[in-house]
């Protein structure tokens, strides 16, 4: 598959480093690498800018002056895609539902919703549980039906042409670790609306490498999420008229463990994890997605599923930038003066 066949346009910052992380593996048990997607730029970086290249190439390919999106208040997808409209000089409209009062007025104007308003996005707050992939048809025949020429992105970017950022990705993986001489034992990254996975999976397919993918999911269910893997990893195939045996039984590997209450519920292994990787590694993890799958991996090296000397690559999909709308989950610290920090002391000595 050649990737330079499709129109895109560069919004990130690629290749982003593979890098090791010495003081978080020591503190886990096994060895931890970090795939920097958190480092992919387009305002603050994150998994969605290499979907947005592919998708905003797709649609100045097709003469659109409008994208559209949607998602939650603390999308990072809404606010990357917002950002990616104001490079291209396109108008961009985001339907965000509205969830957790309890978080405050945090959660609905800072983090990823103030940042929508700094790019000019033009935003539509609905209720909870509103059907906003209907609500987001209506509103392109709105832009339609007043002389524009709208582009919609599903939720997260997912479909096969976003799709494309990670199998691109998946080739970065397979290039730098042949570079350091490392072998991979597994991925493991946040899974949503499921295109990094599905890219993940398939680019590595594509390059024969044999790479198991565990994506944790941060929201749905364990049959749930696979359904929701398997269908894009069908359909993408299909799009891009890849070998119909690219996909084997064991490809589709999902951790449904860490889900918690749901999307965007807090738990207590993600504080856990998020603090650890900030104050081993300076790595700033999010309570949203990146904090559960890095729980996920935790887990997992504890219970000796993951052994020691294993290689474990996690893929950093961003997310930081979500920490600011969801400062009252966070408000435990002030309790607790620097406890953990002195444990994480006394065990690296
Ligand atoms: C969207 C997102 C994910 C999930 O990626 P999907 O491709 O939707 O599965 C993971 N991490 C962060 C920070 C995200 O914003």
């Known amino acids: 598959m050649n990737l330079e066949s499709f129109p895109r346009v560069r919004l990130g910052h690629t290749s982003t480093p593979l890098e090791a992380m010495a003081?978080?593996?020591?503190?886990?048990?096994?060895?931890?690498?970090?795939?920097?997607?958190?480092?992919?730029?387009?305002?603050?970086?994150?998994?969605?800018?290499?979907?947005?290249?592919?998708?905003?190439?797709?649609?100045?390919?097709?003469?659109?002056?409008?994208?559209?999106?949607c998602g939650a208040m603390q999308s990072n997808h809404v606010r990357q895609t917002a950002a990616a409209a104001a490079r291209l000089g396109l108008r961009c409209i985001v339907l965000l539902e509205q969830k957790f009062a309890a978080l405050g007025e945090a959660y609905r104007v800072s983090g990823n919703a103030l940042l929508n308003r700094i790019f000019g996005a033009s935003v539509q707050v609905f209720p909870e549980g509103t059907d906003l992939a209907a609500q987001l048809l209506?509103?392109?025949?709105?832009?339609?039906?007043?002389?524009?020429?709208?582009?919609?992105?599903?939720?997260?970017?997912?479909?096969?042409?976003?799709?494309?950022?990670?199998?691109?990705?998946?080739?970065?993986?397979?290039?730098?670790?042949?570079?350091?001489?490392?072998?991979i034992d597994h991925v493991v990254h946040a899974s949503g609306s499921a295109g990094t996975q599905v890219g993940l999976v398939l680019g590595f397919a594509l390059q024969g490498a044999n790479v198991p993918v565990l994506g944790v999911s941060v929201g749905a269910s364990l049959g749930v999420q696979e359904q929701k893997v398997r269908t894009l990893a069908a359909s993408t195939a299909d799009w891009f008229a890849l070998p119909s045996d690219i996909l084997h039984a064991g490809s589709v590997e999902v951790d449904a463990a860490?889900?918690?209450?749901?999307?965007?519920?807090?738990?207590?292994?993600?504080?856990?994890?998020?603090?650890?990787?900030?104050?081993?590694?300076?790595?700033?993890?999010?309570?949203?997605y990146t904090g559960k799958a890095m729980a996920a991996l935790i887990t997992h090296a504890r219970s000796g599923r993951f052994r020691r000397d294993d290689n474990i690559v996690f893929v950093h999909t961003g997310g930081a930038p979500g920490l600011f709308g969801y400062v009252a989950a966070f408000d435990y610290l002030s309790a607790e003066p620097s406890s953990s920090l002195d444990q994480t002391k006394e065990r690296s000595a």
């Open 23 to 69: 003081r978080l593996s020591r503190q886990v048990g096994t060895n931890i690498y970090v795939k920097r997607d958190d480092c992919t730029g387009l305002a603050l970086g994150g998994n969605k800018a290499r979907k947005l290249d592919f998708l905003l190439g797709d649609a100045l390919h097709r003469g659109a002056d409008t994208v559209l999106t």
């Open 138 to 183: 209506t509103a392109a025949e709105h832009v339609r039906a007043k002389g524009g020429r709208p582009y919609v992105i599903p939720v997260g970017g997912s479909n096969p042409v976003g799709t494309l950022g990670y199998i691109e990705c998946a080739a970065e993986i397979v290039a730098q670790a042949r570079a350091m001489r490392l072998r």
């Open 258 to 288: 860490h889900v918690g209450s749901g999307y965007g519920h807090p738990t207590q292994a993600m504080h856990e994890a998020l603090v650890l990787a900030a104050r081993t590694e300076a790595l700033l993890l999010d309570p949203v």
